[in-house]
């Protein structure tokens, strides 16, 4: 495995992230989750691997997906100071009750509907939540620290300045070592970073937003910003949600891709989505190795890139990203997956 500081800090990372978002309760909104035994054996492996870095967030799994973290890192004994763990906060955490499981963005979308529903103060960016959020984080975790805090949307309903203060006070608190952001526009992380700026409090580190060979719209503006403030990329659905990972015309046989409808985010796949995904496929049987692999390297080769977050659902998910690492694509072919994409509407930003 290789390594890398994330954004400007002295934090080293693995060039895999794993995305727990995988590991939780098929009861809720991912019914298509590993759920505890089989995750930790993938956890497992990803730790013997050399993999270190690990994110999930509250509202995965009703808070599932951080429970079966933290067992896994006591019960495979890994090394607290080596692992890298990253939660995310906004969302609220549905109540579990026996065999009642209730995802409350899902059943309550609106704001007014979640305080009308039992969840007023329970989601946002409010200094209340920020606060309560950690707390009921690292109970999951069954840890003392977490460390890299990310904020999974940004909160429109917040004033930004109550936000990154409340961000600050809970790395001075010693809760916290480290703070990121998630899916946003670029004009928003500016404003958030330059409060932090201004009042001299803690910044963030890095983004984790929506990039892959088929969704590049994040290179307008939000990579410039990264290289702006020194921030690192690690971006969520690197293979696509599987669609990379795949023929395109067997992308409904997996679980997943049968949930989403063969579809992407709600969109359906474009010509230049099946373009790439057939030159991915070309390239994967030229070389001998499998699309997942070449998606991966593709992701690795951008120099803006610092870790993608990989969904593990299997053992052998872990190898591939493993392999991907070392695999090195040419210049050629690159460019011969670059060149066939086309502008798209912006997904994966909530405001």
């Not at 690990?54 to 607290?80: H, P, Q, W």
Request: aromatic fraction near 10%.
């Amino acid at each position: 495995m290789k390594y890398v500081t994330l954004g400007d800090s002295g934090l080293k990372v693995s060039r895999i992230c794993v995305g727990c978002m995988s590991f939780g309760d098929r009861r809720g909104r991912f019914s298509w989750c590993v759920e505890e035994e089989e995750a930790g054996h993938i956890l497992e492996a990803c730790y013997q691997a050399g993999i270190n870095f690990f994110d999930t967030a509250n509202g995965y799994s009703n808070g599932v997906s951080e429970l079966i973290l933290g067992r896994a890192i006591k019960k495979y004994c890994m090394r607290r100071e080596n692992i890298v763990i990253a939660t995310k906060l906004w969302a609220p955490v549905g109540y579990i009750k026996g065999d009642e499981f209730e995802d409350p963005l899902t059943k309550y979308p609106a704001p007014d509907l979640l305080d009308q529903n039992g969840y007023v103060n329970a989601y946002g960016l409010s200094r209340k939540h920020i606060f309560d959020s950690v707390d009921a984080s690292l109970k999951r975790l069954d840890l003392d620290y977490i460390d890299l805090l990310q904020i999974h949307r940004f909160d429109p309903n917040t004033p930004v300045k109550e936000t990154m203060k409340a961000l600050h006070d809970i790395v001075e608190s010693g809760k916290v070592r480290y703070i990121g952001a998630s899916s946003m526009w670029a004009h928003q992380l500016l404003e958030m970073q330059y409060t932090a700026r201004l009042h001299g409090w803690t910044e963030f580190i890095s983004m984790q937003n929506l990039h892959n060979a088929v969704y590049r719209e994040e290179e307008r503006e939000m990579v410039p910003a990264l290289a702006k403030f020194g921030m690192g990329m690690i971006p969520w659905s690197p293979l696509s949600m599987g669609y990379l990972a795949r023929p395109y015309q067997e992308y409904t046989e997996s679980e997943r891709g049968q949930k989403m409808g063969g579809k992407f985010m709600g969109k359906d796949l474009s010509d230049a989505d099946i373009k790439i995904n057939q030159k991915i496929e070309e390239i994967a049987r030229k070389r001998g190795t499998s699309m997942a692999v070449v998606a991966l390297a593709w992701s690795l080769s951008k120099p803006y890139m610092t870790a993608p977050i990989v969904g593990m659902g299997k053992i052998e998910r872990v190898e591939e990203a493993c392999r991907a690492v070392e695999f090195e694509l040419s210049g050629d072919e690159v460019q011969s997956i670059d060149v066939l994409y086309t502008p798209k509407e912006v997904v994966g930003i909530s405001v």
